[in-house]
């Protein structure tokens, strides 16, 4: 396939040398060659088969703009604009584009999620408290992070839990690390996920270009990972 790779940031550099070791003809844009998506014309976009960002959450809604309305295939690794979800996924449905967006693109967090929702539903109804706990690399840009997000409310989902508190810390160059903790008068269970390297979330993100490049819509990562896991 051949993929384009919005942001030239640490997790961008590794999406495009993970692409590349899979077989995939690669283009990199970093920000200075594309303010305000204005090198996402239609022309350009059109060389190729998925586009994937990973910029910051005040390029991306501009970078989606421009792409989903020429009937593209993007793939979404940055966070931070999910208030324009449902103006992204319309305009994807509108223009037959396909638009996968997750605020994790590891396969271990999304382990973590579904581990998460069993918990709840026991411990939540048992009266156990819940809190999580995140830490990110000091240049993160969003706090609490969409990952924590995700997490605290699949657990207030699944458990009948309101307002689970989130914990965050930026410090150095800390991957993510992302804790659930439920405690009890008489014990507590603790669900730990910490990402060593950023190559998880760049192997997940190839994965999922590889397995929208067919398809028209607007996916989560989380309800569609088992089917990219099984399909690659």
């Known amino acids: 396939m051949r993929i384009l790779v919005l942001g030239q940031g640490k997790t961008g550099k590794l999406v495009a040398q993970v692409a590349t070791e899979r077989g995939h003809s690669v283009n990199v844009l970093d920000a200075k060659e594309n303010v305000d998506a204005s090198a996402l014309t239609a022309v350009f976009v059109a060389g190729f088969d998925v586009v994937i960002d990973f910029t910051t959450p005040e390029a991306v809604v501009h ?4 792409c ?56 939540g109804h048992a009266g156990f408290a819940f809190s999580i706990a995140e830490t990110h690399h000091a240049s993160k840009l969003d706090a609490p992070s969409g990952t924590a997000i995700s997490l605290a409310k699949a657990v207030e989902a699944a458990g009948g839990i309101s307002a689970v508190p989130i914990e965050s810390t930026r410090e150095g160059d800390v991957m993510g690390v992302h804790t659930l903790e439920a405690r009890g008068e008489a014990e507590r269970l603790v669900l730990t996920h910490e990402a060593f390297s950023r190559r998880g979330f760049a192997e997940g993100a190839v994965r999922g270009a590889e397995w929208i490049a067919t398809r028209t819509g607007c996916f989560d990562f989380r309800d569609v990972c088992p089917q990219i896991v099984v399909a690659n």
């Open 63 to 66: 970078n989606m703009r421009a």
């Open 68 to 123: 989903l309305a020429t009937g593209a295939k993007m793939v979404i690794g940055t966070t931070g604009w999910y208030d324009r979800l449902p103006d992204m996924c319309a305009l994807a449905e509108r223009k037959q584009a396909a638009l996968l967006h997750g605020t994790n693109f590891s396969i271990g967090v999304q382990t973590m999620m579904k581990m998460a929702e069993a918990m709840a539903k026991t411990l």
